[in-house]
Nanobody, 123 residues
Framework: VQLQASGGGLVQAGDSLRLSCAAS????????AAWFRQAPGKEREFVAG????????RYADSVKDRFTISRGNAENTVYLQMNSLTSEDTAIYYC?????????????????WGQGTQVTVSS
């Protein structure tokens, strides 16, 4: 499975942004999909995950009620809608996938990764 993340950019605090992750190859539609992020000098952290059917989601406490993860109708895309952005959200965002039915929060548990997209929030 190859993943391609896009949609990052420079925004102001309070703005919204939507990230996209397009998958090709493999059976991505049956995988757990997730977003992670990594800020300079910090470890990669879990942001949100979604099951293959899009019904079950999981969020980090820091983004709950602000971010929404969803799967596209074609099932080979995953989105991360980010609202009320703050400078704390500044990071490189990565989409990831694993062939399981569990949404895990450790980045090492994921088998496939996109190249990352930079999100910068100015205060």
């Amino acid at each position: 499975v190859q993943l391609q993340a896009s949609g990052g950019g420079l925004v102001q605090a309070g703005d919204s942004l939507r990230l996209s992750c397009a998958a090709s190859g493999g059976t991505f539609s049956t995988y757990i999909a997730a977003w992670f992020r990594q800020a300079p000098g910090k470890e990669r952290e879990f942001v949100a995950g979604v099951t293959w059917h899009g019904v079950i989601t999981r969020y980090a406490d820091s983004v709950k009620d602000r971010f929404t993860i969803s799967r596209g109708n074609a099932e080979n895309t995953v989105y991360l809608q980010m609202n009320s952005l703050t400078s704390e959200d500044t990071a490189i965002y990565y989409c990831a996938a694993r062939s399981s039915n569990l949404i895990l929060t450790l980045w090492r548990e994921y088998d496939y990764w996109g190249q990352g997209t930079q999100v910068t929030v100015s205060s």
